[in-house]
């Protein structure tokens, strides 16, 4: 609940805005259903930068063991691997084309500081991920080029 000093500066805000585009645009901005709107975009954003960190993590974990030397033979000899990593990479393509679309679709190029800063954060980590599973596909292909001879 207000207090009445509040509610008399929202009253006065309001009606110094004169324009009914303006006014829109206003309580859209400070709208709590808006704010929490944004906030949980966020929070969504933010569980699958998450997850491809997650999967980052594991794509390096594979790659230091390769390049360790410990691997005996093709590690992927039937290509299901580097399969998966071509998927994923097309996954992350569509995820970073999918968020550049809603962003302009839904958010029409503006979000407050919280969800603008998720989208970037997952813009960066998908560029990552992409790089090193590009990479890992590589050193794979390097990898089985050597025992496959």
Not at 32 to 51: G, K, N, Q, T, Y
Not at 55 to 68: C, D, E, N, V, Y
Not at 116 to 132: C, F, M
Request: net charge positive.
């Amino acid at each position: 609940m207000l207090t009445a000093t509040i509610k008399q500066i929202v009253a006065a805000t309001l009606h110094s805005l004169r324009s009914s585009k303006t006014l829109i645009l206003w309580r859209r901005r400070l709208s709590p259903s808006a704010l929490f709107v944004e906030l949980r975009c966020a929070r969504r954003i933010d569980a699958l930068s998450r997850r491809l960190m997650g999967m980052q993590r594991k794509i390096g974990a594979l790659s230091a063991h390769l390049l360790s030397g410990r691997a005996d033979g093709a590690v992927d000899a039937d290509r299901s691997l580097r399969r998966m990593l071509g998927e994923l990479k097309d996954d992350l393509n569509g995820i970073r084309r999918d968020l550049a679309q809603w962003y302009v679709k839904e958010c029409r190029g503006r979000t407050g500081p919280r969800l603008d800063a998720s989208i970037t954060h997952l813009n960066r980590v998908a560029a990552d991920t992409y790089a090193a599973a590009d990479r890992l596909e590589w050193e794979i292909e390097e990898h089985d080029r050597r025992f496959c001879r």
